[in-house]
């Protein structure tokens, strides 16, 4: 078996709960109210800032020249292209840049802490693992709004179309084959570091939604 397929097997009872999260499940029926969506989007914002840090850090690391370059371009696709489509979010949904929910909050905190810490401090193989969900995750959760929702009159139908597109889809896909090849080259206590890093970033995928549902502030 190969190791993305024993991650997704443990972190499935998590991602089940993810789907019924009352975030995902508005947000799939459109009627999210809109100070959590605008929420949502500064806290990805500043999410994004220090994800594609993360992915250019991993990518310094690698002895893998074609790997290093990928995640360099993961870096950039999570500084650049992304950061674009959210300065659109921010004009069509009214979001206030200089607001006080622009400040990074403490789901966001947590989560870009860990994944900084798990890229610095532990072997590569493991900061892969950390980085996975943030792309896998948010492909499954896309498709499944995608699949279940009316998009004629779903007000958040660009960032619905944006996490199942063909483009986000390839990324996704090279990022689990990264770390099947990680894995396969690694020990079984490397495995389990991955394993559990793989895990605590589904969680933290979980809480950053739930954060933005419940408006959790400082």
């Excluded at 790997?67 to 999570?78: D, I, K, P, R, S």
């Excluded at 206590?189 to 408006?215: C, D, G, K, P, V």
Aim: proline share 4%; hydrophobic share 40%.
């Amino acid at each position: 078996m190969q190791w993305s397929h024993k991650a997704w097997e443990n972190i499935t009872p998590i991602y089940e709960e993810i789907l019924q999260m009352p975030f995902i499940q508005e947000l799939k029926d459109g009627t999210l109210p809109l100070p959590n969506f605008q929420f949502y989007m500064q806290q990805d914002a500043r999410y994004l800032e220090y994800f594609g840090r993360v992915l250019s850090f991993i990518g310094s690391k690698s002895n893998d020249n074609q790997q290093a370059l990928h995640f360099f371009e993961f870096g950039t696709n999570a500084l650049v292209v992304e950061k674009a489509l959210h300065e659109t979010y921010f004009k069509d949904f009214g979001v206030n840049h200089a607001s006080a929910d622009g400040d990074i909050q403490p789901a966001c905190h947590h989560y870009v802490h860990f994944l900084q810490s798990t890229a610095a401090f532990c072997p590569i193989e493991v900061a892969i693992a950390a980085v996975l969900p943030c792309f896998w995750i948010y492909k499954e959760v896309g498709d499944y709004i995608y699949a279940n929702c009316s998009l004629d009159n779903n007000q958040y139908k660009a960032w619905i179309e944006t996490y199942s597109g063909d483009d986000f889809a390839d990324g996704v896909k090279r990022a689990i084959e990264y770390a099947d090849r990680a894995a396969s080259q690694s020990t079984p206590a490397i495995r389990e570091q991955m394993w559990r890093a793989f895990e605590a970033s589904t969680r933290l995928e979980f809480e950053f939604w739930n954060a933005a549902y419940h408006l959790r502030r400082w």
